[in-house]
């Protein structure tokens, strides 16, 4: 029986020493810096307008303010924020390696490459939460920050503040998980990253215009279904423009479906990429 349970245990113990060590690499790198400042930049503008607000005197709109929260949420902080983020954590995670001509010493470790992988995966799905659900906790405590004290303790113990707040951060969580399995196995496929980012990003992009089934094949699809305030279209865009489709969902999947596929997704997409991973060779003079 103990010899049954020895390489569960000793693949958990390889996957904690990966996660240790890829962790300081993802979360301190100098050429990482830059997905801080994307992640965070819209705090800075939610504290900048609550600051004019506080300073001019001037009241807000809370329903108004809640809308527009939601449509900056869903049109730069999953499509861009989040995306390239992830682009630039997962990505890195195996090309990285590459560049710094030091996978190999990886590969001659006593390590099976599907630990490996997991490994790195939960690295840098770790280093992703802790940058991006952390600005959005802080991005709704800079948005509603000039608000009377007692509107948001009536927002909070008598509306939806609590459960908006716990759909944010499920959302920005499930966006990680979703967009860093597509953006690991990218990384462990393609030599070049900017193919398979275009590639991807067009296709999110392009969503809301596709048949139903193919919509189910999207990381955006999901996260939409999720978001607890939909956006009305005449918020960002024109009434009866098409592009309203790209953050309208027209046919959104309930919570429970779009929780289990987003990660019927992502188990799948690092599946294939293990099964790559195990063919693949080192040659850093191709690179």
């Not at 490459?113 to 991006?132: C, D, H, N, Q």
């Amino acid at each position: 029986m103990s010899f049954l349970k020895l390489p569960w245990a000793l693949w958990r113990r390889q996957i904690v020493a990966v996660v240790r060590l890829e962790l300081k690499k993802t979360l301190f790198a100098r050429r990482g810096l830059w997905i801080y400042f994307l992640a965070f930049a819209p705090v800075l503008l939610y504290a900048a307008h609550s600051f004019s607000m506080i300073r001019t005197g001037r009241r807000g709109n809370f329903g108004e303010d809640t809308h527009i929260f939601a449509a900056v949420f869903q049109f730069f902080y999953l499509r861009l924020a989040i995306f390239f983020g992830c682009v630039g954590i997962f990505m890195n995670l195996f090309r990285g390696e590459v560049l710094d001509k030091s996978l190999h010493y990886y590969f001659l470790a006593p390590i099976r490459r599907e630990v490996l992988l997991v490994g790195k995966y939960l690295s840098g799905l770790l280093a992703a939460t802790a940058i991006f659900c952390s600005s959005t906790l802080i991005q709704l405590v800079a948005s509603y920050w000039y608000f009377d004290s007692n509107v948001i303790r009536d927002y909070l113990s008598h509306g939806d503040g609590l459960g908006h707040g716990a759909a944010y951060l499920g959302v920005t969580l499930l966006a990680c998980i979703g967009y860093g399995s597509i953006f690991l196995a990218a990384g462990v496929v393609f030599r070049n990253p900017l193919v398979p980012t275009l590639i991807v990003l067009v296709w999110e992009t392009i969503n809301g215009f596709l048949p139903p089934l193919m919509q189910k094949c999207s990381v955006i699809f999901y996260l939409k279904s999720l978001c607890p305030v939909s956006v009305p279209a005449s918020v960002a865009l024109h009434k009866g423009n098409p592009l309203a489709l790209i953050v309208v969902n027209v046919n959104p999947a309930s919570a429970a479906t779009a929780i289990l596929g987003l990660l019927i997704l992502s188990v799948a997409v690092l599946a294939l990429s293990s099964l790559r991973l195990r063919r693949m060779e080192i040659e850093y003079g191709a690179e």
